[in-house]
């Protein structure tokens, strides 16, 4: 049995329908995977390897440049204070401070229960809502101590199950319609790009050795 569920090795496969190259599904495909996990474990990264014809150090050499992929466990709840300049004007230092102090990590750490991973960001694009924080990629601002203790709180008690979605989720929308190409009509069209860039490889290497 593979590392993706069933249901998301058939996501992974439709996603890859959506690329003229297999190897340009990886990064949506670790996001998949954390979606799953919450992280990309090592199976996860031999399977990505292997639907998109990488190498799985392939995999590991680009999630581990990314910042939004993980290769390590992170808590349930990714949350993100941002110290920015707009955020950092409007409190954002303290607020991260407090956070720190209130979950009991510094930042970069994992709570006790695995329920949260504390980390200090750059600019989330939510300066007019500063001092912002961003949990699993969804946004909210302005916050003080409180409303972040509050937040933590909702967080833990599942109020904000439906509006937080698992980690590693970015799309708000999934995809139930629009353009369906059947997968052996995509198969059958990459096979001709294949030949096609066989042949053109070989002519230009014929035409190198002619000159
Ligand atoms: S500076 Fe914090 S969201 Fe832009």
Request: hydrophobic share 30%; glycine share 6%.
């Given at each position: 049995m593979g590392a993706f569920s069933p249901e998301m090795r058939e996501r992974a496969e439709n996603l890859l329908?959506?690329?003229?190259?297999?190897?340009?599904a990886l990064i949506p495909l670790c996001h998949l995977a954390q979606e799953q996990a919450g992280h990309l474990t090592s199976p996860l990264m031999e399977e990505i390897a292997e639907l998109t014809g990488v190498t799985p150090a392939e995999v590991y050499g680009t999630a581990s440049f990314y910042?939004?992929?993980?290769t390590e466990p992170v808590g349930k709840f990714l949350v993100g204070v941002c110290t920015n300049v707009a955020c950092l004007l409007q409190g954002g230092g303290e607020l991260l401070e407090h956070a720190e102090a209130s979950l009991g990590v510094a930042a970069g750490g994992t709570t006790e229960d695995e329920m949260f991973t504390l980390e200090e960001v750059?600019?989330?694009?939510?300066c007019d809502k500063a001092p912002a924080v961003q949990v699993n990629y969804r946004f909210f601002g302005p916050l003080t101590g409180e409303s972040f203790d509050d937040l933590i709180a909702k967080l833990r008690a599942g109020d904000y199950d439906g509006v937080v979605?698992?980690?590693?989720?970015?799309?708000?929308?999934?995809?139930?319609?629009?353009i369906e190409v059947p997968l052996d009509e995509v198969l059958a069209e990459r096979k001709e790009m294949d030949r096609a860039k066989a042949e053109r490889k070989a002519a230009a290497e014929a035409a190198k050795e002619g000159n």
């Open positions: 329908t959506l690329y003229p190259q297999r190897r340009s910042d939004m992929l993980h750059e600019c989330v694009a939510h979605p698992p980690h590693g989720t970015l799309i708000r929308v999934m995809r139930e319609n629009g």
